[in-house]
Every structure is written in structure tokens, then in C-alpha cells.
């Protein structure tokens, strides 16, 4: 089975091999449109080094007149340079620390299997094979903190790689995952695989729902139970509004938990949206990607913690 690392940029092959990863959701409780009042509704619903320095202090000599009779002492100072206590200036990796301000730039102080220690989020630089310099579910690979997914392409649904590097962010987050992949009561949209759908499915349409592999579903689902998840979904839309975040076909939430919005390609992505026809979507988010990306890191939530992000 291939792996591929999603630190920076996912790598563009999908494998055949291995056992599914499928997501599965347990049910609906609602529907989503397809675009506002079109009367077609999407199933995706929520469900089942150290930096010191030793070198020494600089000793300098002067010498002048200390008398009237002209003759001059000599007198010694000495500048003393503060690393030569040899404490370091700032905490490398692995070391155990209290906050983050105790780490050595690019590193937070964050949990690995060695406890609370300096450690490197995504992107990152590491040297530990087993990821013991990387911050939570992290690993160290090709010398890069990231997230290893697999590639699977099986039926009878696989959560594609776009997805599950989502997934892990969102577990990193501590927020609710509900679900990728829909159950036999999802019937069409971008949770059902594009090889059980029918070719006039609206999750279909266009060249950009060309599947890359037609086992993948394309949508995932974000409980919005974390501190920071309304303004996360506030920065989703603004930053797909600007083209600063690519590949999203459809988004529904909620700002406020209470109004849920709607946005797509085709109804548009301001500020607010359009007001959604479906149920559900006010304590999740619900996020399609198109079907061509399944295979691409479109940072959804990406650098977001539960108490604030980007």
C-alpha cells in the first residue's frame, strides 16, 4: 500500500492496494442542496540543538592618567558575554517543557509519546524515526513532520487521502469527526462514491468531478464543537472566496449555530451565502471537495487549534 505525506504537498498517485479506509456515517438526520431552492439535496449529513554559546568573556585593557603627575595605572575590564553561563537560550526538541515560549523557533510545547516536550507541528523539520519531535499524531517522515494516510481505491467507499488528512487534523483540534463516507441511506451527492451513483448526479457535473478514483467519497463532515469553530468557518469561506483555498465544491454550516448557510461554486461564496433549504448542519459542517482533488491537501483546517487559527 502507498503512503503519502501530507505535510506540504500530497503526492499525486493513488494506489490499488491494501484494505479499505472506509468512514462510514451512521445516518441522516437531514439533507443538502445542491443550490438554494433547487430542490436537490446532497446526503451529508452528520452520523454514526541548543543555542548557547561557550566562548568566554572579552577582556580589554586602557590605560590613563590617574595623577597629576601624568604617570597612568593600568586598568583591566572585563565584558562578560551572557552565553558563557552556558544556559540555553532557548529548548530544543524533545525537551520537556511548560509553554511554548520555552522552545527553539518553529517549535511549540506540545505532547509526543515522551509527554509534554518541544516538538515540531506540520512542516516542520524532525530527525526521530519514530516522530518523537513531532507535535501529536505527527510523524517524522522524509525528515519533515506530516500526516502519513493511505491511498487506498476499493469499494465498497474509501475516505480519500484529501480527507483523512482532515480528519487527523480535526483529531488534533479535538473536535467531533462524523463521518466521510455515507451510509445505505445516502443515495447520492459527494459522500457516495461516484462508482454507486448515477451518471446525472449533480456531484457529477463537470470536468472537475471527474473522479480520480470512483471508490473515493468526496465530502466530509466537522462537528463544530470546539472554542474556535465558528470563526474557522468564517476564514473557510473567506479564504475560498479569495481563491487562497482551492478545490471546494460545496460548504453548509452555520456562523452563529443557529442560521445555516449555503455555499457552492454555482450560488456563490460571500460572506453569507444562501440561506440552506435542508436540515441539520447547525452543530456540523458539512465540506465537498471536487472529485478530481480527492488526491490533494486543500487545507480546510489546516493551522487551526481549538482556540484559534491562521
Known amino acids: 500500500m502507498k503512503r503519502f505525506l501530507f505535510a506540504t504537498v500530497l503526492a499525486s498517485a ?26 436537490q439535496t446532497d ?16 577582556l580589554t585593557t586602557t590605560t590613563g592618567p590617574t595623577s597629576s603627575s601624568g604617570g597612568g595605572d593600568l586598568t583591566t575590564t572585563m565584558d562578560v ?7 540555553p537560550m532557548c529548548l530544543p526538541a524533545t525537551t520537556p517543557c511548560t509553554e511554548g515560549g520555552e ?3 518553529g517549535l511549540e510545547c506540545g505532547t509526543t509519546s515522551l509527554g509534554q516536550v518541544c516538538c515540531g507541528n506540520e512542516g516542520i523539520g524532525c530527525n526521530t524515526p519514530n516522530g518523537e519531535d513531532c507535535c501529536g499524531a505527527l510523524l517524522c517522515i522524509a525528515g519533515v513532520c506530516g500526516y502519513d494516510v493511505d491511498a487506498a481505491c476499493e469499494p465498497p467507499c474509501t475516505a480519500p487521502p484529501a480527507l483523512l488528512i482532515e480528519k487527523q ?5 479535538g473536535g467531533s469527526f462524523l463521518g466521510i463516507c ?3 441511506n445516502h443515495t447520492y ?10 451518471a446525472d448526479d449533480y ?21 463544530m464543537d470546539w472554542p474556535a469553530s465558528r470563526d474557522w468557518l468564517k476564514w473557510l469561506i473567506a479564504g475560498i472566496a479569495s481563491d487562497e483555498i482551492k478545490g471546494i465544491a460545496e460548504v453548509i454550516g452555520s456562523y452563529d449555530g443557529v442560521n445555516v448557510r449555503y455555499w457552492s461554486d454555482s450560488s456563490g461564496w460571500s460572506t453569507d451565502g444562501k440561506p440552506y433549504q435542508g436540515s441539520g448542519h447547525d452543530t456540523w459542517t458539512h465540506v465537498s471537495v471536487y472529485r478530481s482533488t480527492t488526491l490533494e491537501d486543500h487545507g480546510i483546517l489546516a493551522g487551526w487549534t481549538a482556540n484559534g487559527g491562521p
Do not use: K, Q, Y
Not at 487534523?169 to 483540534?173: C, E, F, H, P, S
Not at 451527492?189 to 448515477?198: E, K, M, Q, S, T
Not at 456531484?203 to 466537522?222: F, K, M, R, T, Y
Open 182 to 184: 455515507g451510509d445505505a
Open 189 to 198: 451527492g459527494f459522500h457516495v462514491p461516484a462508482a454507486n451513483l448515477p
Open 43 to 58: 446526503a451529508d449529513e452528520s452520523s454514526s540543538g541548543d543555542s548557547s554559546s561557550s566562548s568566554g568573556g572579552a
Open 14 to 39: 493513488c494506489a490499488d492496494t491494501g484494505n479499505p479506509l472506509t468512514d462510514t456515517m451512521a445516518g441522516p438526520t437531514g439533507v443538502g442542496p445542491t443550490g438554494p431552492g433547487s430542490g
Open 81 to 87: 558575554d551572557s552565553s558563557s553561563s552556558g544556559a
Open 169 to 173: 487534523r480535526l483529531a488534533t483540534i
Open 103 to 105: 522552545c527553539c523557533e
Open 203 to 223: 456531484s457529477l457535473e463537470g470536468a472537475a468531478n471527474e473522479p480520480v478514483c470512483e471508490w473515493h467519497a468526496a465530502a466530509i463532515d466537522i462537528g
